[in-house]
C-alpha cells in the first residue's frame, strides 16, 4: 500500500486531489479564488510547455502565441459566429495543434535551438494581428467572450470555475506523468541526453520532437481558450512576449523535467506579483531576476532541488 | 553467407576523403574487426555504417537491402545497432531505463495509449523492464540493475551501451573500441562478452586499438589506412602482412 502511494504518479496525484480539494477552506473571497484559477490555467500551460523544455531540450518563446490563438480563436468562434463555446475550444484546440505542426516540422529536423527563433517570430505575429485585426478581434481594447456553457449549463461564478480548472489541472498532470513514464517519454528523455544514440536505439528524433511541440501547443491553447471564456473578456497583452517569458520562466524555475515542478513554478510566480502589488512596475525585473537566480544557485529548478535536499536527509 | 555488404563506399569532408571506395563483406555469425592507425577513417566507416553520416558515394547491402542515405534510426529498425568510443549514455535515466529505451521499436505504443496509459501498455511495460533487466544480466551488469547510470563506473557503462544495442535485436552488433579504457581484467571480461555474443548467433563488427583483443577474437580483420582498404583476411595472415606492418610501424621496420 505505502509502495503504491509512493510512486509519483499515484501519490503526488492524491497530494495535488487533496490541496486543490483543501484548498477553498483557505480561499477567504473571490479575488483568491480568481488568483487559484488564474494558478491552474497557468499551470496547465506549464505542464504542457515542461514536456517540451524539460523532457525534449527544446525551448518554445512563444506559448502565449498559442495561448492567444487558443483564447481569441475561440472566443471569435463562440462570439461571433455563435458557435457552442466547447466546439469552439475543440476547433480551435485543432487550429493551433495544425499551426504547431506547420512550424515544427520544418524547424526540428534542424539541430540546434532553432525552434525559439521561429516560436519567438510566431508569437509576435499572433500578438501584431491581434491588435491591428480590430475587426475580427477588437483590437487594443479586446473582445468580450460569450460564457462557458455545457450542455446548456452556463459555467459562471469563481466556485464553478475553480473545479472545473481544477479538474482540468489534474487531468493535465496526469497525462504528463502517463507520457513521461511511457515508451515515448522515454525516448524524450533520451534524444535529450544524447541525441545520436536516441537515433541509433531506433528513435525517429525529428518526429518525436514535432509530436511533443503539438501536445505542448495543444496545453497551451485549451488553457487560453478557458481563460478567455472565464475572464469573459480578452485583450492583446495575454499574448504578448512577457507573457512567453513568463511561462519559460515559471518551467524553469520550479524545475525542468518535473510535471509536479511545472505546477510549483506556475502557482509561485503566479501568486507572488498578485500578492505583492508593489511588485507591479517591476514585474519584468522580478521575473528576470528570478531566471538568472534560478539558474545560478539551482540550475535543476525549485522541486527536483527540493527533492534531491529530501533524499541527500534520508541518507543520513 | 554474408549479413553485410559494402560497396566501394565513400565519405568525403570537402576535399579529404575520409573513406576513400572501400568494399568489404560482413559473415553471419562472426566477428569482424577494423583496425588501422589513427585517423585511417575506421570511425567514419563506422558511422557511415549506421546513417549518422550520409556516403558520398557507395552501398551499404543488408540482407540485399540498400541502406545508403537513410536516417540512423532506419538503420536502427533495419537492424544495425552500435554502442560509442566516447560514451553515449543517457545520464537523465536509470541504468535499466537505458536498456529500455533499446526496446522503443518493439514496444511500438501510440500517442494515445501513452497519454492514458492503457493496462495492455502497464503489461507491455512490466516485461520490457523484465526483458532489460534479462540483458542487463546477460552483459554481467546483475548487480546494477537498480543503478542510476551516473553513479556507475566507466567499465560497466561500456557493457550498459552493449545491452542497450542489443535490446533493439539487431542482426549485426557494431562496436566502437569497447576496450578502450578498460583495465586488463575488464578487457578480459568484454572479450568474453563478445565471444559470448557470437555463441548467440550475433554478428559483430567492432573497430579496436587493442591488437591483444582483436587478434583473440577475430574471424575477420579489415585493415585500413588513409581512408583505403589496405588488407583484409583472417586475423593471423592480416598480422603478418608486411603492407599492414609498414602502416603501423613505418617503411624500415620491414627490412629488419
Redesign the interface.
Known amino acids: 500500500m505505502i509502495s503504491w502511494l509512493a510512486s509519483p504518479r499515484r501519490g503526488g496525484l492524491l497530494a495535488l486531489l487533496a490541496v486543490i480539494a483543501a484548498l477553498p477552506l483557505a480561499l477567504p473571497n473571490n479575488y483568491f479564488y480568481e488568483v487559484a484559477i488564474l494558478v491552474g490555467l497557468n499551470a496547465i500551460v506549464c505542464v504542457g510547455l515542461n514536456l517540451l523544455i524539460g523532457y525534449a531540450g527544446q525551448i518554445s518563446l512563444g506559448h502565449a502565441g498559442f495561448f492567444g490563438l487558443g483564447a481569441y480563436g475561440s472566443a471569435i468562434l463562440s462570439t461571433r459566429f455563435n458557435w457552442p463555446p466547447l466546439v469552439s475550444i475543440a476547433a480551435a484546440t485543432l487550429g493551433v495543434a495544425a499551426i504547431a505542426y506547420l512550424i515544427g516540422r520544418p524547424i526540428l529536423r534542424l539541430k540546434g535551438h532553432y525552434l525559439a527563433m521561429a516560436t519567438l517570430g510566431m508569437g509576435v505575429i499572433v500578438s501584431i494581428v491581434a491588435a491591428t485585426e480590430d475587426r475580427w478581434t477588437g483590437g487594443p481594447d479586446g473582445m468580450p467572450v460569450t460564457p462557458l456553457s455545457i450542455l446548456g449549463a452556463t459555467i459562471s461564478g469563481e466556485g464553478t470555475w475553480y473545479w472545473v480548472v481544477g479538474a482540468l489541472l489534474l487531468a493535465a498532470v496526469w497525462l504528463s506523468l502517463n507520457l513521461v513514464e511511457s515508451p515515448t517519454g522515454r525516448a524524450l528523455r533520451a534524444l535529450s541526453a544524447s541525441e545520436v544514440a536516441a537515433e541509433v536505439s531506433g528513435i525517429d528524433s525529428a518526429r518525436q520532437k514535432v509530436l511533443i511541440f503539438v501536445i505542448s501547443a495543444v496545453f497551451a491553447a485549451v488553457a487560453g481558450s478557458l481563460t478567455a471564456h472565464y475572464s469573459s473578456f480578452i485583450t492583446p497583452s495575454k499574448l504578448s512576449f512577457f507573457h512567453s517569458i513568463e511561462f519559460v520562466t515559471m518551467v524553469v524555475f520550479g524545475g525542468m523535467a518535473s510535471t509536479y515542478g511545472a505546477v510549483v513554478g506556475a502557482a509561485v510566480l503566479t501568486t507572488l506579483p498578485q500578492l505583492l502589488t508593489v511588485f507591479r512596475d517591476y514585474e519584468m525585473v522580478v521575473f528576470g531576476a528570478v531566471m538568472v537566480g534560478t539558474m545560478i544557485f539551482m540550475p535543476k529548478g525549485l522541486v527536483p532541488s527540493l527533492g534531491e535536499l529530501a533524499a541527500r536527509r534520508d541518507l543520513r | 553467407m554474408n549479413l553485410l555488404r559494402a560497396e566501394s563506399l565513400s565519405k568525403e569532408f570537402g576535399g579529404l576523403r575520409a573513406v576513400d571506395s572501400v568494399s568489404f563483406e560482413v559473415s553471419h555469425g562472426k566477428v569482424t574487426s577494423i583496425i588501422g592507425p589513427n585517423g585511417a577513417g575506421k570511425t567514419t566507416l563506422l558511422n557511415l555504417l549506421?546513417?549518422?553520416y550520409a556516403p558520398s558515394g557507395g552501398r551499404i547491402l543488408l540482407d540485399d537491402v540498400d541502406l545508403a542515405g537513410r536516417?540512423?534510426?532506419q538503420?536502427?529498425?533495419a537492424g544495425?545497432?552500435?554502442t560509442?568510443q566516447n560514451l553515449?549514455?543517457?545520464?537523465?535515466?536509470s541504468a535499466l531505463?537505458n536498456v529500455?529505451?533499446?526496446?522503443?521499436?518493439r514496444?511500438r505504443?501510440s500517442?494515445a495509449?501513452?497519454?492514458?496509459?492503457t493496462p495492455a501498455?502497464a503489461r507491455a511495460?512490466r516485461a520490457?523492464r523484465e526483458e532489460a533487466a534479462e540483458l542487463m544480466r546477460f552483459v554481467g551488469l546483475a548487480d546494477w540493475l537498480d543503478a542510476r547510470s551516473e553513479a556507475m563506473p566507466y567499465g560497466a557503462l561500456k557493457r550498459l551501451e552493449i545491452a542497450?544495442?542489443l535490446?533493439?535485436e539487431p542482426r549485426l552488433l557494431l562496436l566502437d573500441e569497447p576496450a578502450a579504457g578498460l583495465n586488463p581484467a575488464e578487457m578480459r571480461g568484454i572479450a568474453e562478452l563478445i565471444g559470448g555474443l557470437c555463441a548467440h548467433g550475433r554478428t559483430v563488427m567492432l573497430v579496436e586499438h587493442n591488437m591483444r583483443l582483436v587478434m583473440g577474437i577475430s574471424d575477420h580483420v579489415l585493415v585500413l589506412d588513409y581512408g583505403r582498404k589496405l588488407a583484409e583476411g583472417p586475423a593471423d595472415a592480416v598480422r603478418h602482412d608486411p603492407r599492414v606492418i609498414e602502416a603501423y610501424l613505418g617503411a624500415a621496420a620491414r627490412v629488419h
Open positions: 549506421t546513417g549518422i536516417a540512423p534510426h538503420f536502427a529498425e544495425v545497432a552500435r560509442f553515449q549514455v543517457f545520464f537523465n535515466m531505463e529500455m529505451v533499446g526496446r522503443y521499436r514496444e505504443c500517442l495509449t501513452a497519454l492514458l496509459r501498455l511495460e520490457c542497450r544495442a535490446a533493439t
